[in-house]
């Protein structure tokens, strides 16, 4: 659980900050006075954004423990070089590659909606960016451990948001299942 390398570390004080940012949101809510970006939240301070803000923010955290359950025994807070581990691509793995990282942005999209503030925009660009980074340093590894099978689930997935046309699962010669495009 102890972030590996440098560039771990950076990414875990950029998800801390984000924690950090996502905590005190409600604090500060209804008190900023940004000017624009007040003007630019007042439309958002709405009962039917309220809704979809909640509504965002459960079906994120539901789909995230969807995909931790997905996962199983493969789950892993970080990289470990060496270990091998199963290449997923059942439930919400089938649509995407990464959907721990999209249904987080889900959350914080609705978190937005709920409490619209500098800070909650904020706090969405740092975590996209910290995101990005890491899904490219899995994306690396994966690659590495996987080769062919994890380039055939890249062509037929994308890597934060579904790709058309849409990949089914099928038995390779060894048993195992493999991904394969419409």
């Known amino acids: 659980m102890k972030p590996q390398g440098r560039m771990e570390k950076l990414l875990w004080a950029g998800w801390f900050v ?4 996502w905590l005190t949101i409600p604090f500060i809510a209804g008190k900023e006075a940004f000017g624009l970006w007040a003007a630019i939240c007042s439309p958002l301070i709405h009962p039917a954004a309220t809704a979809a803000g909640i509504a965002l923010m459960v079906a994120g955290y539901a789909a995230t423990l969807w995909s931790y359950s997905a996962m199983g025994r493969n789950w ?6 060496g270990e091998r581990t199963m290449l997923v691509t059942r439930g ?14 889900v959350m914080l999209v609705g978190l937005a909606l709920l409490l619209p503030t500098l800070v909650s925009l904020i706090a969405m660009v740092i975590h996209l960016f910290c995101v990005l980074v890491k899904t490219a340093g ?3 590894f994966l690659l590495a451990v996987h080769g062919a099978d994890y380039q055939d689930y890249q062509s037929c997935t994308g890597k934060l948001l579904p790709k058309y046309p849409r990949r089914k699962s099928e038995p390779g010669k060894d048993g ?3 991904p394969k495009c419409d």
Do not use: D, N, W
């Open 76 to 81: 892993r807070m970080g990289i470990k070089q």
């Open 176 to 178: 195992a299942t493999r």
């Open 92 to 105: 919400p793995f089938q649509f995407v590659r990464h959907p721990i990282y999209f249904f987080q942005i």
């Open 138 to 140: 899995e994306e690396s």
């Open 18 to 21: 984000v924690v950090g940012l």
